[in-house]
């Protein structure tokens, strides 16, 4: 089954219920980018009038694990996943519609493919950068997933 933004979308209201109701929606994804975008609204601000932080590191963390879910899938092998790590950094207040979008594919396509020949668990550091309406950024998360193909 191919992954879209749209079967996304309906996995996070059933799966993922506070990053629907917060707005986050995916918007497109193939095997070198995804793109997510989030609205501020009242209820993902925090007490300065901009989006939290926790939304935006929900949408970003969407993009780098959406892709990597459908990689492993078209892999064909059962191979397990974790966030072991993380870190971010914030620019700009990030009001109106946030866009985050990870372009590291090329990436994980390398850790999958060493996870199946060594059958050693990988590690990889996927970036998801968060850019206004302006283009401006705003925030850059960094996620350090965990890949290990199971016996």
């Given at each position: 089954?191919?992954?879209t933004?749209?079967k ?8 993922l ?6 707005g986050?929606r995916?918007?497109?994804i ?9 609205k501020?609204r009242?209820?993902?601000q925090n007490p300065?009038?901009?989006m939290f ?9 969407l993009?780098t ?7 492993i899938?078209k892999?064909g092998k ?5 966030v072991a790590n ?8 990030a009001?109106?519609i946030?866009?985050?979008?990870c372009?590291?594919g090329?990436?994980?396509?390398k850790?999958i493919i060493k996870?199946?020949?060594?059958g ?11 850019t206004?309406a302006?283009?401006v950024?705003?925030s850059?998360?960094n996620?350090?997933?965990t ?5």
């Open positions: 089954m191919k992954i933004p749209s996304l979308n309906t996995f996070l209201m059933f799966k219920p506070a990053a629907y109701f917060c986050i995916a918007k497109f193939d095997n070198k980018k995804c793109i997510v975008k989030v501020h009242w209820i993902n300065f009038k901009s932080w926790a939304v935006q590191g929900m949408a970003a963390e993009t694990g959406a892709m990597l879910t459908t990689k899938r892999s059962n191979i397990s996943m974790l993380n870190n971010a950094n914030f620019s700009k207040k009001t109106g946030i866009t985050f979008e372009t590291e090329y990436l994980i396509d850790a996870a199946i020949e060594t050693e668990g990988q590690t990889i550091w996927l970036n998801s950068i968060g206004n302006e283009g950024q705003v850059s998360f996620f350090e997933w890949i290990k193909v199971k016996q």
